[in-house]
């Protein structure tokens, strides 16, 4: 499987690299994304099979620091390579490098000794992923200054969760169910992956907005706004060996908990940031460090911790032959809170943005001096600034309600149906 997905994403690179025209680059992103999702559970799966249970956190949280520290040193990479190479010479080089990761994996991974080849519901698979995506259809609003939702997300949303509904209904009479309940803990494993739907919205709200924030409020260019939250990425990875090796030592629901606590008061803290928040300090004694460091890494590690305690908490919820679907299961719940947790925000803040700014007009020079046209545009600048400050504020403070939610629901990991 890892090699399949492996040569998978080595031929949708090799499609992007060598594509004439928009669609076939989408088609190859395309593919390099099915495969490069397929590969995480696949490795939970395969963690599972080599560490017993009590000792699986710490190589998941190895292995959920990597994946964190690709989001790291991603974005400089792909520069560094596209200035000397060109935008394709960041598809070209993979297929190298996806080679030498076969070659390890090859030679690393033991061998199975059996072959068990089971049935795959391929109706409940599209049932799902058609319902999924309408949802995420109904929840992006290209023009959102008139309404949160676009005209056509209310009929979108109820289309989706009856399909939704529908996959259910599906999976109960399927012959070869995506998950069996009867090899699954339903209410840890539902937990698990109900709170890595709400981290994975919290994620992704931060990695768009503290950019946006930087080059918004601080005047920050694209590269200033990454730096500014390389402070989060860098504790992402972090807080991801943290938890694994925390979750070792305590009960998954504790270590979750915890991280999605200190995730709330981080976010808590960001949207009570001022307006200067370069020049903002916290001061403990006599240490005193910026703010806006401390803040956003303190926000990571909280969403850190947690990585390693959901992975191995699928896995437990699980018997052996579902490990592989488990595993998925709490990905996809990632990905998807990541979606949903973007679009609605998003739009949500836009449109509040668009509130705030209801009333304001720029100013203009006719019959004005220099000097009360220059007074009046500053006025207005600051007012527009007062407006995205307030809705960042607003958005992080959801962002810290989200994570309290998803603190309280990892309580129920670990516990028995």
């Avoid at 990905?335 to 943005?353: C, D, E, P, S, Y």
Wanted: charged share 10%; hydrophobic share 55%; proline share 6%.
């Amino acid at each position: 499987m890892i090699q399949g997905c492996l040569l998978a994403f080595a031929a949708g690179s090799l499609v992007s690299a060598v594509a004439p025209d928009l669609p076939t680059l989408v088609g190859g992103r395309f593919l390099q994304g099915a495969a490069g999702g397929a590969l995480l559970p696949v490795t939970f799966a395969v963690i599972s099979d080599l560490w017993e249970a009590r000792d699986r956190p710490v190589p998941l949280g190895i292995v959920g620091a990597a994946q964190e520290m690709g989001s790291v040193v991603g974005p400089l990479y792909g520069a560094f390579i596209a200035t000397l190479a060109g935008w394709r010479g960041i598809f070209w080089i993979n297929l190298p490098l996806a080679a030498l990761a076969m070659v390890a994996v090859g030679r690393t991974l033991p061998r199975g000794q059996t072959r068990t080849f089971v049935r795959v519901d391929v109706g409940g698979g599209l049932i799902l992923a058609a319902a999924l995506g309408i949802i995420i259809v109904g929840l992006y609003n290209p023009d959102p200054q008139q309404a949160v939702l676009p005209p056509w997300g209310p009929v979108a949303l109820g289309v989706g969760a009856m399909g939704l509904i529908g996959f259910v209904l599906w999976e109960k009479r399927s012959t070869a169910r995506l998950l069996d309940p009867e090899g699954v803990r339903m209410r840890s494993f539902s937990a698990t992956a109900a709170c890595s739907f709400l981290s994975g919205a919290s994620l992704m709200v931060t990695l768009v907005d503290v950019p946006l924030l930087a080059q918004t409020l601080l005047g920050e260019d694209t590269l200033g706004g990454a730096l500014i939250l390389s402070r989060f990425l860098a504790a992402l990875a972090v807080g991801a060996v943290m938890g694994g090796v925390a979750a070792h030592r305590f009960r998954h629901r504790w270590v979750a908990s915890t991280g999605m606590l200190l995730a709330a008061g981080s976010y808590l803290l960001i949207a009570w940031w001022p307006q200067q928040i370069e020049a903002a300090r916290h001061t403990l004694g006599p240490v005193s460090l910026p703010r806006m460091d401390v803040d956003l890494a303190m926000a990571g590690l909280g969403l850190g911790l947690v990585i390693a305690p959901l992975a191995s908490a699928a896995l437990n919820s699980s018997d052996p032959d579902q490990h592989g679907v488990a595993s998925a299961g709490v990905v996809v719940a990632r990905m998807m809170g990541m979606l949903i947790g973007i679009a609605a925000l998003g739009a949500a803040g836009v449109h509040r943005f668009q509130e705030l700014t209801a009333d304001l007009a720029p100013p203009l020079s006719f019959g004005l001096d220099q000097a009360a046209f220059n007074q009046q545009l500053a006025d207005y600048e600051a007012a527009v600034q007062a407006a995205l400050h307030a809705e960042y504020g607003e958005i992080f403070s959801i962002t810290a309600a989200v994570c309290l939610v998803a603190a309280a629901t990892a309580l129920a990991i670990d516990r028995p149906d």
